[in-house]
């Protein structure tokens, strides 16, 4: 005899038919175009603005040197999906040769991106400091404050795979070495509560003592998804157990 679904049991697995799939954005640039970002290039207006191209089928972001450091900031520039918007994440992107251009830049993942703009953006930052230092980042008005960070030199003609996640407060990131991707380089973690919610993206920036340099970076294989809607599969497979022993 087939056995019966009640009508809770099969509005949860409908529910869960519906849900949308864990990848939300996956972007290889293999077409040649960044259809889908928006450009961040906040120095533009005092011209300085970044160029974009796609070498290879990978995604470069380069930003000259600013103007004006003292007063506008040093070069930087990214890219950021505003079409999602997102709570917990899990963020990978691959940054191929490191291909920076000096020793004092930053190439890294924001996520939980709000406010943006020149001297107002907020949101969280996994990056990599060519003068060998990774860490996680609180950004408040384009200012960053430390939530974990460590010593780590990276080879700059590697290519490495940046995973970045966020759940509830708790933010985790691994960077992974793509000629033996099995292991990670090094991980880290923190707990800030600051930002629920917001856009995610890419990110060159000169962290040179001056701001008197260029920021650039290449960037391939982005992937961000939503974690799995795990308490609403554990309710249907509670459900479905107690059906089961009424019968």
């Known amino acids: 005899m087939i056995p019966r679904t009640t009508p809770l049991v099969l509005a949860v697995l409908l529910l869960l038919a519906t849900l949308p799939a864990r990848a939300d954005i996956i972007d290889d640039f293999n077409d040649g175009n960044d259809d889908g970002w928006t450009r961040v290039s906040p120095l533009e207006a005092f ?42 994440f899990d963020f990978s992107a691959d940054i191929l040769n490191l291909n920076l251009l000096g020793d004092q830049n930053t190439v890294g993942l924001m996520a939980r991106v709000s406010d943006l703009g020149l001297g107002t953006t907020d949101g969280y930052l996994f990056n990599y400091k060519t ?15 430390l939530i974990h960070e460590i010593d780590l030199t990276l080879n700059p003609a590697g290519s490495y795979r940046f995973h970045f996640t966020g759940q509830g407060s708790a933010l985790a990131a691994s960077v992974y070495d793509l000629a033996a991707p099995s292991v990670p380089l090094a991980t880290l973690s923190g707990v800030d509560g600051t930002y629920a919610s917001g856009n995610m993206g890419l990110l060159v920036f000169d962290d040179s003592p001056a701001g008197d340099r260029v920021a650039a970076g290449t960037f391939d294989n982005v992937m961000i998804t939503v974690p799995e809607p795990s308490s609403l599969v554990l309710l249907a497979g509670g459900l479905l157990v107690a059906c089961r022993r009424r019968r």
């Open 47 to 88: 011209g300085a603005g970044a160029a974009y191209s796609f070498p290879g089928g990978s995604y470069r972001i380069e930003a000259p040197v600013s103007p004006a450091p003292g007063s506008v900031g040093p070069a930087r520039a990214g890219a950021l999906r505003l079409d999602q918007t997102y709570t917990d």
């Open 131 to 145: 003068n060998g230092k990774l860490g996680i980042q609180r950004i408040v008005n384009e200012v960053d404050t």
